[in-house]
């Protein structure tokens, strides 16, 4: 499968974006923005990674909760990473334009091969550098960033690794349930590894 950059995760990033008044760079999904017309509080966006088309149709009957409630498919991005699209879908960049293109990136500035996300060292736990080496050399100004400079909305993540961090699914949903009954308007992602990394 191609990476269609007209009906991709990169393009629902930029639905959220115009939809909280922030600028984005490329086109949105006509969908998504007629789903948002209504005046949200909270707009949510749940990842489980590797959970794609492909895996609800092969796992799960076509009267399921997913399945029944499937509205449309998009693609992901090229490649097809957890990083890249993670970035991509936190960005509303194409890989290409953020760089972030898997797990563990070599960087010549430190003549070593990063794990991008958590900055260790490929295959240790041995901290790159002293500053976060992936930011520093193929930075990109986030999803979160944007909305909140727009100042019409605040933006979260929720994650091992987001700006509201939590190790446990259980803790992930109870997070968002939190975040939602604030009376702010805001946008939240929650992220979770699985089913990938099962």
């Known amino acids: ?31 998504i923005d007629e789903l948002l017309k209504g005046e949200y509080k909270n707009v949510v966006i749940i990842l489980l990674d590797g959970l794609g088309v492909d895996a609800l149709q092969y796992h799960l009957a076509k009267n399921g909760f997913f399945r029944k409630h499937l509205i449309r498919e998009y693609s992901s991005v090229f490649p097809p ?74 933006a979260y993540s929720v994650s091992k690794f987001g700006s509201n961090r939590i190790k446990l699914f259980d803790e992930l949903v109870d997070e968002i349930i939190r975040l939602c009954a604030t009376s702010e308007k805001k946008y939240i992602y929650g992220y979770w590894e699985n089913p990938d990394s099962n």
């Open 1 to 31: 499968m191609y990476a269609d950059y007209e009906n991709s995760i990169v393009n629902l990033s930029c639905s959220i974006l115009q939809y909280f008044g922030a600028k984005s760079e490329h086109s949105t999904l006509e969908y």
């Open 81 to 154: 990473t957890t990083t890249a699209a993670t970035t991509s879908l936190e960005s509303g960049l194409t890989p290409f334009e953020h760089g972030w293109l898997g797990w563990s990136l070599y960087f010549s500035e430190v003549d070593k091969i990063v794990n991008a996300f958590v900055n260790t060292e490929k295959d240790t736990n041995i901290q790159a550098a002293d500053f976060h080496v992936a930011n520093q050399f193929i930075p990109y100004e986030t999803i979160y960033k944007k909305i909140k400079d727009a100042g019409m909305a605040n």
